[in-house]
T-cell receptor, first 113, second 114 residues
Framework: GDSVTQMEGPVTLSEEAFLTINCTYTATGYPSLFWYVQYPGEGLQLLLKATKADDKGSNKGFEATYRKETTSFHLEKGSVQVSDSAVYFCALGDGNSGYALNFGKGTSLLVTP | EAQVTQNPRYLITVTGKKLTVTCSQNMNHEYMSWYRQDPGLGLRQIYYSMNVEVTDKGDVPEGYKVSRKEKRNFPLILESPSPNQTSLYFC?????????????FGPGTRLLVL
């Protein structure tokens, strides 16, 4: 079945460092790909999305490009801030799994001053 | 303010004692869903509802029940809770199933079953 695999955390970075969180997917069709963020004590929020190959999603300085050739959707940010500390989830959706999203296991990011 | 509310936020109970976690949304959304979040497993869908009186199983429905008698409410029922249902639960809603990625998530309910 469809699934996503993302790098395990926790990831600890200093403020202003470059961030990459890897995400790869397995799908039989042409899924849409998403990144969600979960701040401490809160529910998930959609961070960005891409609906077809070569699309780039971006929001709040984060970017991810839908790479069909490598089945990847890595999350990047050029300069992280302490306020970016959260858990990040990669997700896949194609309407073939109970209209649900398939989430990765999450990657915890801690940014230190 | 558009929101999804869940109650209670924290609950400690004992094995076999029936409980209900309520979920309500004020956005007139058609699609609602319940997830559980466990360390190392991410989010897994329990049940979803595409509209009133329409519900279906997600990936991990065993031990849970839901109902959708009105559009705004989607309670999660544990008839006989067991310790393996100790988890963090999230309710979510979206305008419809097509836009499921734009789900609004509730704040979560942390459940401990002793």
């Amino acid at each position: 079945g469809d699934s996503v695999t993302q790098m395990e955390g926790p990831v600890t970075l200093s403020e202003e460092a470059f961030l990459t969180i890897n995400c790869t997917y397995t799908a039989t069709g042409y899924p849409s790909l998403f990144w969600y963020v979960q701040y401490p004590g809160e529910g998930l929020q959609l961070l960005l999305k891409a609906t077809k190959a070569d699309d780039k999603g971006s929001n709040k300085g984060f970017e991810a490009t839908y790479r069909k050739e490598t089945t990847s959707f890595h999350l990047e940010k050029g300069s992280v801030q302490v306020s970016d500390s959260a858990v990040y989830f990669c997700a896949l959706g194609d309407g073939n799994s109970g209209y649900a999203l398939n989430f990765g296991k999450g990657t915890s990011l801690l940014v230190t001053p | 303010e558009a929101q999804v509310t869940q109650n209670p936020r924290y609950l400690i109970t004992v094995t076999g004692k029936k409980l209900t976690v309520t979920c309500s949304q004020n956005m007139n959304h058609e699609y609602m869903s319940w997830y559980r979040q466990d360390p190392g497993l991410g989010l897994r869908q329990i049940y979803y509802s595409m509209n009133v009186e329409v519900t279906d199983k997600g990936d991990v429905p065993e031990g849970y029940k839901v109902s959708r008698k009105e559009k705004r409410n989607f309670p999660l029922i544990l008839e006989s809770p067991s310790p393996n249902q100790t988890s963090l639960y999230f309710c979510a809603s979206s305008p419809d199933w097509v836009h499921v990625e734009t789900q609004y998530f509730g704040p979560g309910t942390r459940l401990l079953v002793l």
